[in-house]
């Protein structure tokens, strides 16, 4: 219950700076549209030239890319740690977050939250619903509770890479960071991981496991049966992954040296 409260008075502290300043928010929140709008017109530009891409159809692909930014947007929300080398690490700030009696993880994660970000998951939903009514999907009873799991476990193990990544500064403390080339490699995860080769495919679902961010959890949706397996396994590989994250960082911590010389 303490990291509950902790956790809704962080949010409550936030909101109020943020309201401070509406139209900055309001900027923010279109800029993070335009972006959304932009890749939108990247797939439809794409399928301008062809019916079928790697024997998936455009409102297919539109769908996934829909129910991927779900995942994101939980992902910038509540774990937007992409300069935790540089601010934690290099600048010294880690020292002040180990002097609270509560874990160091947590405090980074409420520090960072960026909670505009929450407007991708109204996107993502529309996007989803306008494809999904194009390809005139059936929806069970229980598709809704099978939806917000597989979008949970999609923004586990998208947060848990970062999270991974991140810890390494607690044994390297240089300025140079991976984070930007990953976000790269998670653009990976909007498109189908059969339209890449082998090694590719293999990274994207057992080591960088961004394929259970979008393509994954949409093809049981899609009624992809041959996927349905890793579908199913989308919460499972996102708790074990940040799990494992966690594991990292607590082993980091013991290594971190402070900001003194």
């Known amino acids: 219950m303490f990291y509950v409260t ?8 936030y909101m109020k700076t943020r309201l401070e300043y ?20 990247f797939i439809l530009v794409v399928f301008g030239h062809t019916q079928f891409l ?5 409102d297919e692909i539109i769908f996934i890319y829909g129910f991927f930014l779900i995942p994101f947007a939980l992902f910038s929300s509540f774990f937007n740690i992409w300069d935790f080398n540089e601010r934690y690490i290099v600048k010294g700030e880690m020292d002040r977050i180990l002097t609270r009696p509560i874990h160091s993880l947590f405090q980074v994660i409420l520090e960072r939250m960026e909670l505009e970000s929450l407007f991708g998951v109204v996107t993502g939903l529309v996007i989803v619903v306008y494809a999904g009514s194009s390809l005139d999907l059936a929806i069970n009873w229980y598709d809704p509770f099978l939806f917000i799991l597989f979008a949970i476990g999609g923004a586990l193990a998208y947060a848990a890479i970062f999270i ?3 810890s390494i500064g607690f044994w390297s403390d240089a300025k140079t960071s991976i984070m ?7 653009n990976y ?3 189908p991981v059969d339209i890449y080769n082998k090694v590719i495919r293999f ?8 394929a259970f961010v979008g393509v994954y959890p949409a093809a049981y949706f899609l009624g992809k049966k041959e996927w349905y397996a890793f579908s199913f ?5 996102g708790i074990i992954f940040f799990t494992l994250s966690i594991f990292i960082w607590n082993r980091g911590i013991r290594k971190y040296r402070g900001a003194g010389n």
């Open 164 to 166: 991974a990544i991140a």
């Open 54 to 58: 790697s024997g998936w159809s455009r």
């Open 180 to 186: 930007p080339m990953m976000y790269n490699i998670g």
């Open 203 to 210: 990274l994207l679902t057992w080591v960088l496991p961004f």
């Open 189 to 191: 995860g909007r498109y």
């Open 233 to 237: 396994a989308t919460p499972l590989i």
């Open 6 to 13: 902790m956790f809704f008075q962080y949010m409550s502290q």
């Open 22 to 41: 509406r139209a900055d928010l309001i900027v923010e929140m279109i800029s993070d549209f335009l972006n959304q709008a932009v890749n939108l017109v």
